[in-house]
């Protein structure tokens, strides 16, 4: 039994580390690009185009507004369309992105608009293009605080996969429901929330480590 236990956490550890890496990974690659659009074509940004930016604000606004259980059931049919089916691992990385991009976007978004406007400002005075004030003022500046917000990302893809594995997603959140659940086996249940926890604390650990040492940088 105790081997037994120890299989289904590290199959479960394993499917959950693989649906919340490429769905982070996803939301990441889209959702810096869209910050980094919605902070530059803001009123004040080097890039200012109210068309732009209202109607990309309020797609995440909407997106955001969904809670996860309805967003994957409504997501379904182009779940299916993508991976070619609704149930395991990879059906939960669709939603699981669509979900987090926004997220991250926004919490990005508030790291690049924190970058101080002086800085911007001396760029241009130097003959600074646009594109250059971007890659080599405003990501590097803001990169702590970017990192620190993808940090809260992944931790909060970790309880959103739970969710997903409840309802087929697979994961710890499947065991969790299946075993531990149905069966009201509380010795499965507490090990896999012992599990989530472990996971939680070691990705803020290492994200908070990275974004202190980033900073430190900057001094």
Known sequence: MHDQLINLLLTGTIDTLIMVGISALAAFLIGLPIAIILVNTSEHGIYPSRMINQPLGWVINITRSVPFLILMVALIPLT?????????????????????????????????????????????????????????????????????????????????????????????????????????????????ILVLMILVMLIQATGDALASQLDKRKL
């Open 80 to 192: 299916r369309l993508i991976v070619g089916t609704s149930y395991g691992v990879w059906a939960a990385v669709v939603p699981l992105t669509i979900a987090a991009t926004p997220f991250f976007a926004r919490i990005a978004e508030v790291s690049l608009r924190e970058v101080d406007h002086g800085l911007i400002e001396a760029a241009q005075a130097m003959g600074c293009n646009r594109k250059q004030i971007i890659w080599h003022v405003l990501l590097p500046e803001a990169l702590p605080g970017i990192v620190a917000s993808f940090t809260v990302t992944m931790v909060t893809m970790i309880n959103s996969s739970a969710i997903a594995g409840a309802i087929g997603a697979g994961g710890l959140g499947d065991i969790a429901y299946r075993y531990g659940y149905q069966r009201f086996d509380i010795t499965i249940m507490l090990a896999v």
